[in-house]
């Protein structure tokens, strides 16, 4: 059957902040253009997860006057707090010993999803079309190959991948420009990375998993304004990377998270219960004791840096965002980067409609990307990432001092991380099991409680979004080999291994918990579980995260 569809200029995939301002960007600078956002989740703002500290750098060339515009930004960093971590202790690192990029003045506490449902509202007013609840599922190719536009998915198909009552096929949005900005990991990136051989020379794309919790605490313990960062304990006792947060926001409201880098080793590791370990550690427990969880989320991040990021423009087309990797590590942001990269898009694409009257081009990108601060100021900090991976927290942060503080970024060589993190895991048998405490209900919790907090619901009479290329290898090899990460990998308890009535084992996946983190697309051994979207709507419904 032949499917409905409408045209527009440019569209859009994602409405994330990049994806955002690029489309307020192409409205201020070509206002005729016509520009479509489709976004999965069921409002803007309901699938965005971040910590977070805002530069304002971007925003401010954005919207100069976002603050009579009454943007979400009323926090400003008042305190810098950075820590080591032993179990018990910790030691807070003198200002002049941390690199300079951990340094927040003139930063704000934000959340994003409600950044991104204020920057939703300036794009509508100049003239965008949003389009919640409606998931990209599929691109649209012309007869040259080059990208043309998206499919949204089909409405109404059961388990069975039958058609109920209530189907609905999906249209087809086409466009002279196809902007992806899905965040880490889109699916439909994936595909036009691979399709285009934009990663040619890169080095593999390296993630970590951030889990976050956002917090009501007692007025006495709050500070508005603090910011502390930290490393070591608990990810040190497995010899893993990454490091934790929290963040006093305004209302009495902390954002306590804790991001591990999936390049660890141990199978045994679960990054969920590492999350509820840190927060009993007393420098982030003399916070909560007394106050009441309010929401829980969880997101993958692309860290790898300028050396893992592949081409971002091809034919039709511009990946933009944390689906291009543009978070910069050094400074644990990626919203000022993320946004400017959608600017200089729509930048581009002005400058190719003024000068191509034919074929849209989008190779004006490159160039210009690479002219910006946000390019810079990732060759700047390049060697962070790889450090950490090489050296660990302490011998990777003294190389860090040296090469961003002392050096200013340009010492004469680049770092490089050419292990995949999927590749990373060893046997089970060769790693040393972890015990977790059972959760006090206090401070740490179980998942499904937390998962019940994240507000996630899929329609459970649908195809299941997670796909297993194989369906015995996670019983046949992914089993006795690791002994099933994906059990603790996954912070929402989608993947479980059962036992039969008969003894024998049954690997069960429970889709609708799925918080659209894409960990187990990221991390699984083999590469054996591809995430593509689900029915429009579905996945977690983030109030202030």
Not at 378 to 399: C, D, E, M, T, Y
Request: proline share 6%; hydrophobic share 35%.
């Amino acid at each position: 059957m032949e499917r409905e569809h409408i045209e527009y200029d440019v569209i859009i995939v994602g409405a994330g902040p990049s994806g955002l301002s690029a489309a307020c960007r192409l409205k201020q600078l070509k206002p005729k253009t016509s520009i479509a956002i489709v976004e999965k989740g069921s409002e803007v703002g309901a699938h965005i997860l971040s910590g977070a500290v805002l530069e304002p750098t971007a925003l401010d060339e954005l919207f100069p006057n976002w603050k009579d515009l009454g943007a979400p930004v009323n926090t400003a960093v008042s305190q810098d707090e950075l820590y080591f971590f032993t179990k018990t202790k910790s030691i807070k690192i003198p200002h002049f010993l941390a690199p300079k990029t951990m340094k927040n003045n003139g930063n704000f506490i934000i959340s994003l999803g409600n950044l991104c449902r204020w920057l939703a509202k300036q794009a509508e007013r100049l003239g965008v079309d949003i389009f919640p609840g409606f998931p990209a599922s599929s691109l649209l190719y012309s007869n040259d190959g080059s990208v043309s536009g998206i499919i949204t998915g089909d409405m109404g198909i059961d388990a069975k991948n039958e058609k109920k009552s209530s189907y609905t096929q999906g249209m087809e949005i086409r466009g002279k420009y196809t902007l992806l900005s899905e965040g880490c990991r889109g699916h439909l990136g994936k595909e036009v990375i691979e399709k285009f051989s934009l990663d040619n020379g890169c080095d593999p794309q390296h993630y970590g998993i951030g889990i976050k919790e956002l917090w009501s605490i007692p007025d006495n313990l709050h500070k508005s304004g603090l910011v502390i960062h930290s490393a070591g304990w608990p990810l040190s006792e497995s010899k893993s990377n990454g490091g934790g947060f929290l963040y006093h926001a305004d209302d009495c409201q902390v954002m306590v998270g804790l991001i591990t880098d999936l390049s660890y080793t141990n199978p045994h590791l679960n990054p969920y219960e590492e999350f509820q370990r840190y927060k009993h550690h007393p420098e982030i427990s003399k916070y909560l004791t007394g106050g009441k969880r309010i929401s829980y989320g969880a997101k993958a991040l692309a860290k790898g840096g300028i050396q893992s990021q592949p081409k971002m423009d091809f034919p039709g087309g511009i990946l933009i965002g944390d689906n291009a990797g543009t978070l910069n590590n050094a400074k644990i942001k990626g919203i000022h980067c993320a946004m400017k990269s959608g600017m200089v898009a729509a930048e581009s694409i002005v400058k190719s409609m003024d000068t191509i009257k034919i074929d849209p081009n989008t190779e004006y990108f490159s160039t210009a990307y690479k002219k910006s601060w946000a390019y810079q100021e990732l060759v700047l900090q390049r060697n962070f990432g790889p450090a950490q991976h090489k050296w660990g927290n302490i011998l990777g942060s003294a190389f860090s001092f040296l090469d961003i503080n002392i050096f200013n970024g340009k010492l004469p060589w680049t770092l490089r991380d050419r292990e995949p993190d999927h590749s990373k895991l060893k046997p089970v048998e060769d790693m040393q099991p972890i015990v977790y405490r059972k959760p006090d209900n206090k401070i740490s919790f179980d998942k499904l409680s937390s998962v019940y907090l994240s507000n996630t619901n899929h329609e459970e009479d649908q195809p299941s979004h997670l796909i297993l290329n194989d369906q015995d290898l996670p019983l046949s090899y992914n089993l006795p080999i690791f002994s099933e990460p994906a059990q603790r990998y996954c912070p929402a308890g989608v993947y479980e291994i059962l036992t039969n009535d008969d003894g024998s084992k049954k690997f069960q996946i429970n889709s609708q918990n799925c918080v659209h983190c894409k960990t187990c697309d990221i991390k699984e051994p083999s590469q054996n579980i591809n995430w593509v979207t689900p029915e429009g709507g579905g996945g977690p419904n983030y109030p202030n995260m």
